[in-house]
């Protein structure tokens, strides 16, 4: 594998995430970033690129769309030993992503709030998160995705250790994130099923 030379990080856990990314900085690592995370890194002297400059395209709709970009996407899902994937990467000038940490909104917690509307709890869908979690975990092979701030350390080892992470871990990391999002979509298919259109509870 080579070096880790870029990573998105988007979270709403910031747990652990400024010493995360700190750590990456001082290893050369370019930080992709959106909203919240990114504001947070720069309080704290990280350098982070704002997605929205990296793709040229700015976030929108209350920030339901930031990171469904092909620069983004392609970057994440490109296998690096195919070389049409190559020749397309280079073609539209492209580059790659390698390592993604990203956890997901707070839906159970929301819910759970007695006065929470139908209407909250939508909004608490996420949508960016998992399609980054399960790209990412698709394309294990070659990209380390992180979405439990417990794995920070483990992983900070092996890229200070080599300059990324093992197969192994990343694919323990990939069946981690599969676990996950199929936990949220559960836990959210749960709450709709006790829901009328209207906004009451069956």
Known sequence: MPEIRRALISVTDKTGVVEFARALDRKGVEILSTGGTARLLREHKVRVTDVSAYTGFPEML?????TLHPKIHAGILALRDQEEHRKQMEARELSYID????NLYRFEEAVAR???TLEEAVEQIDIG???LLRASAKNHRFVTVVADPADYPGVLKEIEGGGSTTPATRFELARKVFRLTRA???AVSR???RQTVEGGVR
Do not use: N, Q
């Open 129 to 131: 998160g998992p399609t």
């Open 99 to 102: 390592l993604v940490a990203v």
């Open 114 to 116: 007695p006065d929470c």
């Open 184 to 186: 949220y979509d559960d």
């Open 191 to 193: 709450y709709l099923e």
């Open 62 to 66: 209350d920030g339901r769309v930031k």
